[in-house]
Each structure stands twice: as C-alpha cells, then as structure tokens.
C-alpha cells in the first residue's frame, strides 16, 4: 500500500522560497506519478504540478510554472516541491498525492488514488 507523508511547510515571508517534501513509500516498482496540489476553503484540490517517476517528466500549472520546480531522490521515494517568491495567494494547505503504476500522468485529483495528510503552508508579509 502506498504512504504519503509531507512535511516543510511553514510561514514564509513574502517573496522568499519554500521547499515541501513528500516521503513515499509502498511502490513496487519506479512506475507512476506523484502530484502536488493545494486546498483551502474550496471543495476541490487544485493541481500544482507532476512528476512521473520512472522518466522524472514534470508538468505544472500556469501558476505554478516558472516558481516552482518539482523533483524526487535517486531512490525515488521523496518528492520535492520547491516554490520560489512565495506570494500571499500560495498559501493553503499543500498534498502529495500518488497514482502507482500509471504511464500517463494528470492534472486533477481525481487521477490519483492515494494521499498525504497535507502540509500547511502561510505567507506573512
């Protein structure tokens, strides 16, 4: 069964940079994806971005792209998610999330199948 733990959130100052971890556990192989994404007061979690696991592909959402990069170890089982000038408007809470075995990667939670717990992250001025 694949885990998921996040941590690294935290208060940033606007403008300044904060990197998320994802601990992943459970995979068989290095196939499948692990997303990013983010929710508030909304019902609906909001993509980030991707990463496929056996090619290290990454795919990101027009917010996030250009100050954020996504990005995991060798071994394959932390995921990193590093965002860059940090604005009031990225702050939420922040999960990993994890489709084992897919060659194809998404953009919405739906694809995914196995959660974090989520990581807070708030931006102060």
């Known amino acids: 069964q694949v885990q998921l733990v996040e941590s690294g959130g935290g208060s940033v100052r606007a403008g300044g940079s904060l990197t998320l971890s994802c601990a992943v556990s459970?995979?068989?192989?290095?196939?499948?994806?692990i997303g990013w994404f983010r929710q508030g007061s909304r019902k609906e979690r909001d993509f980030v971005a991707y990463?496929?696991?056996?090619?290290?592909?990454?795919y990101y959402s027009a917010s996030a792209e250009g100050r954020s990069t996504i990005s995991q170890n060798n071994a394959g089982n932390t995921v990193y998610l590093r965002i860059n000038n940090l604005k009031h408007a990225d702050a939420d809470m922040y999960y990993c999330?994890?489709?084992?075995?897919?060659?194809?990667?998404?953009?919405?939670?739906?694809?995914?199948?196995?959660w974090g717990q989520g990581t807070q992250v708030t931006v102060s001025s």
């Open positions: 459970g995979f068989t192989d290095d196939t499948g994806c």
């Open positions: 990463i496929r696991r056996n090619d290290n592909d990454a």
């Open positions: 999330a994890a489709e084992p075995g897919a060659s194809m990667c998404g953009v919405t939670a739906r694809w995914y199948t196995d």
